[in-house]
């Protein structure tokens, strides 16, 4: 996997980023960002990392081409990226996020962010640029690094330290699976913070990368004898770098991210919804909110929240199918003032849907009542994007191809190519298949009227996907 922007920062095999590839595209982000003015000269630039075994290298590497560029690089520690660029943009600054995310082990990325929020399209492009004239190396890869991890967390505990009233989770016993997560011990000390029994379920010293659009089934299997047999109320996660909520019921059953961004921006009371075309389709129905579609990946969801700013709405947020959530507007929770964070945040989700499921009768009952219809995902890896492409052309511009793909799923009543392609049947179901932008996988997401429908034709879809790999 050659080292390449995606749908969230620079991804690639972790050989590939270190040992230049980092230190040229985190050298031409710093001087883009000074050449913009967004920056000044000397300014500090903060850096976190994920648990990745590749990340401390890569952090390094990412130090030195601060320095080089004669700006100065703060070490926020092994913390959630969201804690990292709220703490970045509430001093003005630049921030730079090691991390892969939820890609396999081998892999790794880094993230950027402008004192204002994260990169859009036209700083990636600024940074590519810049990447292919840098000279080359420093010979010292051990530059000076000041350390301020233990503000920036305690700056995103206070965020969230009074969103819900006091011992607003007395009673519940909830599980956090901590796997690689860098929020699993921040998880622990929040939920016990609000009078929740927080059990901690699986820590891991091995990395293990948690897709939350597609967690393993081995891993929900596990999750769910947890919740039977020890009476939790809940069980809640991350991905790798804590930007993408992880959330399972009493029966342990996941509750897809935007079925998590839906709960919270009605409990936001929100205005304007940015969510990607991948989204659940009952999204302004269960809200009241103007939604605006997408492609996939937050800066193509920032720049319709941005839109949606413009246009004079006064409560605009973005959420995706991974559960990160996002807020151009200040807003109230409970009365509770909540800043703005322009990033996708998974702190948000958890809250608002354990304390929704704490309130009614459990967390199942909850979702129930919302009254959407079901939509799954899941993916095939080491599926070429080049594959992934391909297909996607043909079954956009071939009837027959098309039709056969689909056969006893419904028949094509209409098509989106907003990204990858949209296939909306006869039958209510909708299929969409997207190559991913982060790794070589292709993803299949499926919507239907009942749980049986949607898992049945996920699963033969993703047969026959098979059959391209």
Do not use: W
């Amino acid at each position: 996997m050659a080292a390449k922007f995606g749908t969230s920062g620079l991804r690639g095999l972790a050989s590939e980023l270190i040992g230049g590839t980092a230190f040229a595209h985190v050298q031409a982000f710093a001087r883009h960002m000074v050449e913009s003015g967004r920056i000044a000269n000397g300014s500090c630039v903060y850096m976190a990392q994920d648990h990745r075994a590749s990340s401390p290298a890569l952090a390094l590497e990412t130090a030195a081409a601060i320095r080089a560029c004669g700006l100065v690089p703060v070490d926020c520690g092994t913390i959630p990226t969201p804690a990292l660029a709220l703490y970045a943009m509430s001093r003005s600054a630049a921030a730079i996020m090691v991390t892969g995310s939820h890609i396999p082990a081998d892999r790794n990325g880094v993230k950027f962010y402008r004192p204002d929020g994260e990169i859009d399209k036209i700083d990636e492009a600024a940074i590519v640029a810049g990447a292919a004239i840098v000279a080359g190396m420093p010979k010292s890869t051990h530059p000076e690094i000041a350390q301020e991890a233990d503000k920036a967390l305690t700056q995103y505990f206070a965020r969230y330290a009074n969103l819900l009233p006091a011992h607003a989770l007395s009673g519940q016993k909830i599980g956090v699976y901590q796997h690689s997560s860098v929020a699993r011990d921040f998880l622990i000390e929040l939920l016990t913070h609000f009078g929740a029994d927080a059990v901690a379920i699986e820590p891991s010293q091995a990395f293990i990368p948690v897709d939350t659009e597609a967690v393993d089934g081995d891993v929900l299997a596990r999750m769910a004898v947890y919740a039977k047999n020890t009476g939790l109320a809940a069980i809640v996660s991350t991905d790798a770098d804590a930007d993408r909520p992880l959330v399972l019921d009493e029966t342990g059953a996941q509750i897809r991210g935007d079925v998590l961004g839906i709960i919270a921006a009605k409990a936001l009371n929100v205005d304007f919804i940015a969510a990607p075309v991948t989204s659940n389709s009952a999204i302004a129905k269960a809200t009241g909110a103007r939604v605006e579609l997408t492609a996939v990946g937050s800066p193509f969801v920032i720049a319709a929240m941005e839109t949606g700013v413009k246009a004079g709405y006064k409560n605009v947020v973005g959420f995706e199918p991974n559960g990160g959530f996002l807020m151009a507007s200040d807003s109230y929770y409970n009365g509770v003032a909540l800043p703005a964070l322009m990033t996708r945040d998974s702190t948000l989700p958890i809250l608002t849907a354990l304390y929704a499921g704490a309130v009614s009768q459990s967390l199942s009952t909850h979702v129930a009542s919302l009254d959407l219809p079901i939509a799954l995902g899941d993916r095939l890896q080491d599926f070429a994007t080049e594959k992934g492409l391909a297909l996607v052309a043909t079954l956009r511009d071939d009837v027959k191809a098309r039709a056969k793909f689909t056969n006893g799923f419904g028949a094509v009543q209409t098509i989106s190519t907003l990204d990858g392609l949209r296939i909306g049947l006869d039958t209510g179901v909708i299929l969409h298949l997207r190559p991913s932008g982060n790794a070589p996988e292709m993803r299949c997401y499926v919507e239907a009227l009942n749980a049986t429908q949607a898992k049945s034709i996920l699963g033969e879809a993703l047969q026959r996907l098979a059959a391209f790999a």
